[in-house]
């Protein structure tokens, strides 16, 4: 099964989004990691309150503290700032209820930490100032004697929290897969379908991509070579059919004085028996059949060619034609044996040229087998076409020819130096009637002889 190249995107992806979530964990433990182990070089750690506080507050030594950068605040029990050294961010020197809460509760909100002790004995709070370098407020704690309720609820909120910023990822990960994919496949489809219609013939296909990058430059590419193949197309069209043309006349041209040669010829060589008159005329009447296939294979194969054809039925034409061959069979000294069912099988059919067919075939049969070779003809149906199967179990055609035997002036005798060899065209001739009818002739693989397969349309 293929693999779309959307979807490896898509599976390269899930595994970044899988990736990404790792290392967001891995990242959380870093940190938790990095915050324990510079928790003691930071100064606000090292002077906490506790550790400073005495029960009088003139015995407090702040040196330190403001050496590093800190400050120190003492208030006593009527909200009033009595000591007041370094960092100063109360900056009054008497506050209210008001104040002095509002300054306990808010000092999260402030760029600095504060670390607060009270001391019952003098009656007054010391406050330790530093300011913060960074901070990171996320904290996860989990306290056992918290509600159970209360514990599912904040459970439940968390859950929730991460189940929506997985598939927020997992949603912004897809769709940028999507969106990246289809920066490749949607040009590679294109150029796809463009080498597609260049495969089935079509050399006006182009490209255009709208694109500026490396497809551009495969788009250029794309559109030269087809331009290229184009023209070559049109050049070698146009010298085959000049090819085409110039066979027709110098066919046409040739066949009148050939047959005046071949007439005086035969005239002379009744009169005169001399063996030259017999090889003018013989060698005349060999080279006007020549023309003969050589104008209709031109005009089989110029594009203006086109078959009458009418409604026959296969099974009785055959009849007619096979019995018109046996005295010929019987001549070369052939024996034979045909198979049509007894049944009506219509086709769309040029009966003249469907017997041309036939009459090349037995020619090549008669033409390089021996006597006593076995001709046998078979007719059979399939669901859409007709087969008729014609064999023979002489000496077989050289593997050497097997893949160019239907291609013009191939055959075995002429091979060999033998005479008798005909023009190499009628097999040509006999392929393109039988595709001009819709269907093809075929040579098929056999251990001895020769086998060919006609197929026509049924209707």
């Not at 100063?88 to 000092?107: H, M, N, P, Y």
Request: charged share 25%; aromatic share 10%; with cysteine.
């Amino acid at each position: 099964m293929r693999k779309r190249l959307s979807n490896t995107f898509l599976g390269y992806f899930w595994i970044t989004f899988a990736l990404t979530i790792i290392s967001m964990v891995l990242a959380f433990v870093l940190l938790s990691v990095a915050s324990n182990w510079i928790a003691g070089s930071l100064a606000k750690n090292r002077y906490s309150a506790r550790s400073v506080i005495q029960a009088d507050y003139h015995d407090i030594d702040a040196s330190e503290i403001v050496a590093n950068g800190g400050g120190v605040q003492i208030i006593d029990k009527n909200y009033t700032v009595v000591y007041s050294v370094g960092i100063d961010t109360i900056r009054k020197s008497q506050l209210s209820v008001q104040e002095f809460t509002a300054l306990l509760t808010g000092i999260k909100n402030k760029p600095y930490h504060y670390d607060i002790e009270y001391e019952p004995t003098g009656e007054f709070w010391l406050i330790i100032t530093f300011p913060t370098s960074l901070r990171f407020d996320f904290a996860l704690v989990y306290n056992e004697e918290a509600h159970r309720s209360e514990y599912n609820r904040s459970l439940s909120v968390l859950l929730g929290v991460g189940v929506f910023y997985l598939l927020l990822l997992a949603f912004i990960s897809y769709f940028y897969a999507r969106l990246i994919s289809s920066q490749i496949t949607v040009p590679l489809k294109k150029l796809i379908q463009g080498t597609t219609l260049l495969r089935e013939g079509d050399y006006s296909a182009r490209v255009d991509l709208q694109l500026k990058n490396e497809f551009k430059e495969l788009q250029d590419t794309f559109n030269d070579m087809a331009s290229r193949i184009e023209e070559e197309i049109t050049l070698r069209k146009q010298s085959e059919e000049n090819r085409r043309r110039l066979i027709l006349d110098i066919s046409h041209d040739l066949k009148n004085p050939l047959a005046s040669i071949g007439g005086y010829a035969e005239v002379l060589k009744e009169k005169f028996d001399m063996p030259e008159l017999h090889a003018i005329y013989q060698n005349s009447r060999r080279a006007s059949f020549m023309l003969r296939e050589l104008f209709e294979l031109s005009q089989i194969e110029s594009p203006d060619f086109a078959l009458k054809m009418q409604k026959t039925e296969l099974c009785e034409t055959l009849r007619i034609i096979i019995g018109e061959i046996i005295p010929q069979l019987e001549s070369a000294e052939f024996s034979y044996e045909f198979d049509i069912p007894d049944a009506e099988v219509y086709v769309m059919l040029n009966e003249g040229q469907f017997k041309r067919i036939i009459n090349n075939l037995i020619d090549n049969a008669i033409r390089y087998n021996p006597k006593g070779t076995l001709f046998s003809l078979k007719l059979f149906f399939e669901e859409e076409k007709v087969k008729i199967k014609i064999s023979d179990n002489g000496v077989g055609i050289p593997g050497n020819l097997v893949h160019d035997l239907f291609k013009p002036f191939v055959h075995r005798n002429a091979a060999e130096g033998n005479s008798n060899s005909g023009s190499g065209l009628g097999l040509s001739i006999a392929k393109k009637i039988a595709q001009a009818h819709g269907g093809d002739l075929i040579l098929e693989s056999t251990t001895s002889g020769t086998s060919f397969l006609i197929t026509i349309p049924k209707i």
